[in-house]
């Protein structure tokens, strides 16, 4: 009788847990399709202007080289490249939120991706080889599933 009881209140937990269960599962999916229509927003409304800033530089460049100062060229190259990184950046934050959708095999895009981002980090702020430590599947999965 008692384990009658026992077993009969372990299939109430289990229901009640699969219950919850579906019902996260269902809130996460929600929020991973919000998360993913936010970021072609905003990668859209990113773009527009890059795409602009690039161009003018490129056609300020392309005038006569009476028309600017060689430090005026410099500079507008320093503009156009760092438009075109951050394009890159914009795509590489789209392949991340795209991770949300796929299985957790895809560990080597995010790690690439996270790699990537470290490498440049480390050369632009001139840290030393080897100080970012990544687990990119448990990073990827925390950023788009929380």
């Given at each position: 009788?008692?384990?009658?009881?026992?077993?009969?209140?372990?299939?109430?937990?289990?229901?009640?847990?699969?219950?919850?269960?579906?019902?996260?599962?269902?809130?996460?999916?929600?929020?991973?399709?919000?998360?993913?229509?936010?970021?072609?927003?905003?990668?859209?409304?990113?773009?527009?202007?890059?795409?602009?800033?690039?161009g003018f530089s490129e056609i300020l460049?392309?005038?006569?080289?009476?028309?600017?100062?060689?430090?005026?060229?410099?500079?507008?190259?320093?503009v156009v490249a760092s438009a075109k990184r951050m394009?890159?950046?914009?795509?590489?934050?789209?392949?991340?939120?795209?991770?949300?959708?796929?299985?957790?095999?895809?560990?080597?895009?995010?790690?690439?991706?996270?790699?990537?981002?470290?490498?440049?980090?480390?050369?632009?702020?001139?840290?030393?080889?080897?100080?970012?430590?990544?687990?990119?599947?448990?990073?990827?999965?925390?950023?788009?599933?929380?």
């Amino acid at each position: 009788m008692l384990a009658r009881a026992s077993r009969r209140r372990l299939r109430v937990a289990n229901a009640e847990l699969q219950q919850r269960v579906s019902a996260h599962t269902v809130e996460l999916e929600t929020a991973n399709k919000e998360l993913e229509a936010f970021s072609y927003s905003v990668s859209h409304d990113l773009r527009a202007p890059l795409r602009a800033i690039t161009g003018f530089s490129e056609i300020l460049m392309g005038g006569s080289p009476a028309e600017l100062s060689s430090e005026g060229r410099r500079h507008l190259q320093t503009v156009v490249a760092s438009a075109k990184r951050m394009e890159r950046l914009i795509e590489d934050l789209l392949a991340f939120s795209r991770l949300g959708r796929q299985p957790c095999q895809s560990k080597r895009c995010a790690s690439a991706i996270a790699a990537g981002r470290a490498r440049e980090l480390q050369e632009s702020a001139g840290w030393a080889a080897g100080g970012i430590q990544l687990g990119a599947c448990r990073i990827a999965r925390a950023m788009l599933l929380c």
